[in-house]
């Protein structure tokens, strides 16, 4: 394995537009689980479903729901950049890595240094009154209990986060779309490549016209993802592990 990543490491040298694109196996050496791990949402979820519970469904009828629910589950306020997230900003600093697009809302990316984070999914470092659209501070939601209220209209304060039922930030996403169709070096971390529309962006890279000459696709991942078999790199390790082996 460590000749695997040594000759990545040298794949990525020659690379002149790499983008990483992550999912949540990037923070869960930061202590926060992903959805589908052992004690991820999806395994230790009650008798109402992770999709209810965080949907705009869910904020619009039972907000008191949502909201307990989503401070329990989704912040994890103690969190902290794990070598991964330090290793792709200092990567970006050295110029290096042209992008992160990430699946994650946790904000780690941004902590850690980067700078060019494209946010699918959008981030719990931000909150806004669905009101009057006030932008409001970093740690509000956590901070008070039951249904957050603005201070100005008394709207109540959102998460800006994708929720289920509501559509990816187009901005975002074709900003993404660029990103990926001007990579040479596509490199995949922490993500199972389940989730779209996210996930059809690789679809995009590993479709787009070069690939197989001069377009790198790695994967980073514990487990096994759609595209594997489309793979110049496949590692079954750590991200937390592998990406500071890059520098």
């Given at each position: 394995m460590k000749d695997e990543i040594?000759?990545?490491?040298e794949a990525f040298d020659r690379s002149r537009h790499a983008v990483f694109f992550g999912?949540?196996?990037?923070?869960?050496?930061?202590?926060?689980?992903?959805?589908?791990?052992?004690?991820?949402l999806y395994t230790v979820s009650g008798e109402e479903s992770p999709e209810y519970l965080l949907s705009d469904e869910?904020?619009?009828?039972?907000?008191?729901?949502?909201f307990a629910y989503y401070r329990s589950k989704i912040l994890y306020p103690g969190a902290k950049p794990n070598p991964a997230h330090l290793a792709l900003a200092e990567l970006e600093k050295r110029g290096r890595l042209h992008a992160v697009i990430t699946q994650n809302i946790d904000g780690?990316?941004?902590a850690a240094g980067s700078r060019k984070v494209l946010e699918l999914h959008g981030s719990c470092a931000r909150s806004y009154c669905s009101k009057c659209g006030?932008?409001?501070?970093?740690?509000?939601?956590?901070?008070?209990?039951g249904i957050p209220r603005c201070e100005?209209?008394?709207?109540?304060?959102?998460?800006?986060?994708?929720?289920y039922g509501e559509f990816l930030p187009q901005e975002t996403f074709e900003e993404?779309?660029?990103?990926?169709?001007?990579?040479?070096?596509?490199l995949v971390g922490g993500s199972s490549l389940?989730?779209?529309?996210?996930?059809?962006?690789?679809?995009?890279?590993?479709?787009?016209?070069?690939?197989?000459?001069?377009?790198?696709?790695?994967?980073?991942?514990?487990?096994?993802?759609?595209?594997?078999?489309?793979?110049?790199?496949?590692?079954?390790?750590?991200?937390?592990?592998?990406?500071?082996q890059l520098l």
């Open positions: 040594g000759r990545l490491k999912g949540a196996g990037m923070s869960t050496a930061s202590g926060i689980p992903d959805f589908r791990g052992a004690s991820g869910c904020l619009a009828k039972e907000p008191e729901k949502f780690l990316h941004q006030r932008p409001v501070e970093r740690d509000f939601i956590a901070e008070t209990e100005t209209c008394g709207g109540v304060v959102r998460p800006d986060v994708v929720l993404a779309k660029r990103e990926i169709g001007a990579a040479d070096f596509l389940t989730v779209y529309p996210a996930a059809s962006l690789v679809s995009r890279f590993t479709r787009g016209a070069g690939r197989g000459r001069d377009k790198v696709l790695a994967i980073v991942n514990f487990d096994e993802t759609p595209y594997d078999c489309d793979a110049d790199f496949l590692i079954r390790e750590s991200v937390a592990a592998v990406l500071p």
